[in-house]
């Protein structure tokens, strides 16, 4: 499977893109770095991807002794950059530390692909030949929630981990996403398959949050298909920056996917 990836930042002056996204031979991620608290966001989310470990991590176990081991030298670095910047930054750091999501995908030699997630950033696995969808989150209703995050100094909660494992094929690609992208597939997928997932989408709707006006929106195209309409044109788009940004401008015009920074990664043996 050829990796690749992309990120794409809010188009503001000054702006700070605070998720990171890798892709090598054998691991696809991205860690979306959350600013809405602490300090540092997006040099978490990097140190994270940096020091991912080239096995897969099975347990929340494994996810806490692996955070246990590279934590110290990225607090120290950033407590003394809080020093040199001042008393009440150095509280804020202090009081809450940096937060992050983190999702990974590990191709294993003759193995299914083993997947981890921790907050909202998502794995996925189209097979073109079933046609078939598979998500790490479960539902669109999981977006109403709070994420989990990791922090580079406190605990971690151990019930924020999910880990699973993708059987791939020469039909599939697998890839990772931040949250709203990962809405949007969700959604879009759900909606082309409305049959089968109604009360799915019903439930999202009652939220009446902000993803509730997308799934409306998507709910009011014209017949499309998912394959064709969705997956292909977001991952022929996310090879590159101008048309990935076009791409992405003309979904927030259409009011199917939120106001973000997007991040994707992928695996594929196929020529699209």
């Known amino acids: 499977m050829k990796p690749h990836c992309m990120t794409l930042g809010k188009p503001e002056p000054g702006y700070v893109n605070e998720d990171a996204v890798s892709a090598s031979q054998g691991v696809i991620a991205v860690s979306d770095g959350a600013g809405g608290g602490g300090l540092f966001a997006d040099r978490w989310a990097r140190y994270l991807l940096d020091k991912l470990p080239t096995a897969p991590i099975r347990s929340a176990e494994e996810l806490d002794q692996w955070i246990g081991n590279i934590w110290e030298p990225f607090y120290n670095d950033c407590e003394q950059e809080a020093q040199r910047k001042g008393g009440m930054l150095l509280d804020k750091f202090y009081d809450e530390g940096s937060f992050a999501t983190l999702v990974a995908v590990w191709q294993q030699r003759g193995r299914p692909c083993s997947w981890m997630s921790y907050g909202d950033s998502a794995a ?19 977006f109403e929630q709070p994420p989990y995050l990791i922090n580079c100094k406190d605990e971690l909660q151990f019930n924020g981990f999910k880990q699973g494992e993708f059987d791939t094929d020469e039909h599939s690609v697998v890839f990772v996403t931040s949250d709203a992208l990962a809405h949007y597939l969700l959604m879009m997928y759900e909606v082309a398959h409305r049959e089968q997932y109604d009360e799915d989408l019903q439930k999202a709707i009652d939220c009446r949050s902000k993803n509730a006006n997308y799934i409306h929106a998507a709910l009011l195209l014209p017949h499309f298909d998912f394959e064709a309409d969705v997956m292909n044109k977001l991952l022929h788009s996310a090879r590159h920056r101008t048309f990935f940004n076009r791409h992405l401008k003309r979904l927030q015009r259409d009011i199917l996917l939120a106001y973000d920074d997007y991040s994707i990664a992928m695996l594929t043996d196929i020529c699209q």
């Open 124 to 142: 996925f696995h189209y097979n073109y030949k079933t046609r078939k969808l598979a998500c790490s989150v479960d539902s669109l209703v999981d």
